[in-house]
């Protein structure tokens, strides 16, 4: 292991981390306690409750409740989703994250990873997932659990898998001498968090499609049990 890989500061990552992944989850969360509540008056100002209180009584405030936890839990694991992605854009662009991957996505003396360039790439990739030494080099900086371990892993994961798909479509890095200069990296890492942002948009309209669904179901089966 190089002297500069062990000189990554995950304290720092994991700080950052500490900060994006709970603002990220209390702020989405909020949203989502918003929208339930506004959810409900909806149904209060257009009548629907009424229609059907005759019938549930008390009962149509669990509606409330239901409606406020589904947003919260939602919209939640949307901030968490996101908070997590920020965290490895902040690991990905920090000194010395991405060059260590690079490096060990695109060596050439492992034996099992002999062959053409995107099944070396391939063979890269798997034992480095396997191996322990992001885990290691982490640990430098304290004991990966808890907390610690889940963000190790997901930096891990996500950003070597980024690289992988990457890397898959420059055959011309086979022969590059590593480490990978900064010209070579910024423009792969510019070309990675824009895939990052947006796979984002993606999963946050799908969850608020979601939310948006359960909302819109409910008043029909509300006005369905009336009859």
Known sequence: ???????????????????????????????????GCAAFSSLRLSGTLEYVDPYMGSWIYFLLLTYVLLGIGLLGRV????GLFLVSLYAMKS?????FLAERLL??????AQGDYKARLIANHQAFLTSQDFEEIAAKDGPVTGYRAEVVDHVKRQVSDALLVSFATREELAKTALPLTDAQLNPILEEIEARFQMTLKKSTRRWIFILVLVYAIT????????G
Do not use: H
């Not at 000194?95 to 060059?99: C, G």
């Not at 060596?107 to 099992?112: A, D, H, I, Q």
């Not at 008043?219 to 009336?226: E, S």
């Open 1 to 35: 292991m190089s002297s500069e890989s062990e000189s990554i500061d995950f304290n720092k990552i994991l700080l950052f981390g500490s900060w994006a992944i709970p603002s990220r989850m209390f702020g989405w969360g909020f949203l989502g306690l918003l929208s």
């Open 79 to 82: 901030g968490y989703q996101r």
């Open 95 to 99: 000194p010395l994250v991405a060059p």
């Open 107 to 112: 060596k050439t003396e492992n034996e099992e």
């Open 219 to 226: 008043p029909a089966l509300l006005v369905l049990t009336r």
